[in-house]
C-alpha cells in the first residue's frame, strides 16, 4: 500500500538523501505517445509501470477516490475533509519531486523576482525541506487514515497509521 511505501522505502531514501529514488519514488507516469497508440492497451500498463511508488497517479488518485466513496447525492463532510487531506499529500508529493530534481540538477530553483535572482539551495537545505515534507506528509496521511477509520462498518478492515 502507499503507506507502508512511505514509512519504509521513502523514508529510507530521504534518511540516505537519495534523490534519484526520492525523485523516482513521487514521479508522475509519461505522457501518452503515438507509439502508445498502437498497442493494443494503449500503452497504459507500461505507463502505469513507470509512475513512482507514492507518486499522484498511484496513491493519491485512488485515496482521493476512496475520500470520495464516503458521499451519497451531496458531498460528505467526512469526503471534504479526507480529500482535504489528499491535497496536502499532492503538494508534498509536488515538493519533494522538485526537490529531487533540483538537487540531481535536473531543474532550476523557483523564486525571486520574477523568476530571476533565485539561488540554488544547496544540498543541507534541500534534504531539510524533504524532511519537513515528509512529516507534513506522514501528519496528512494518518490524519486520512483517521478520518477513513471513523465510522467504518465492522466488516470493513481498518486502514493502518504510518
Not at 534523490?19 to 514521479?27: G, L, N, Y
Not at 505522457?31 to 513512482?52: C, M, V
Not at 539561488?119 to 531539510?128: I, R, T, V, Y
Request: glycine share 8%; net charge positive.
Amino acid at each position: 500500500t502507499g503507506g507502508s511505501f512511505y514509512k519504509n522505502d521513502l523514508k529510507k531514501a530521504i534518511e540516505k538523501n537519495d534523490w534519484a529514488a526520492i525523485k523516482a519514488s513521487t514521479q508522475e507516469p509519461p505522457k501518452k505517445s503515438k507509439a502508445d497508440r498502437k498497442q493494443a492497451d494503449g500503452g497504459i500498463a507500461e505507463r502505469a509501470a513507470q509512475a513512482g511508488g507514492f507518486s499522484n497517479a498511484r496513491v493519491i488518485t485512488a485515496a482521493d477516490l476512496w475520500a470520495a466513496s464516503f458521499s451519497d447525492n451531496s458531498i460528505s463532510t467526512k469526503t471534504k475533509q479526507m480529500k482535504e487531506q489528499t491535497l496536502i499529500l499532492a503538494e508534498v508529493v509536488e515538493g519533494m519531486n522538485t526537490a529531487a530534481k533540483v538537487a540531481l540538477g535536473e531543474e532550476k530553483p523557483t523564486g525571486g523576482f520574477l523568476g530571476f535572482g533565485a539561488k540554488a539551495p544547496s544540498q543541507a537545505e534541500l534534504a531539510k525541506e524533504v524532511r519537513e515534507l515528509y512529516i507534513k506528509g506522514g501528519n496528512a496521511w494518518n490524519q486520512y487514515v483517521f478520518l477513513a477509520n471513523d465510522d467504518l462498518p465492522i466488516q470493513l478492515k481498518r486502514l493502518p497509521y504510518l
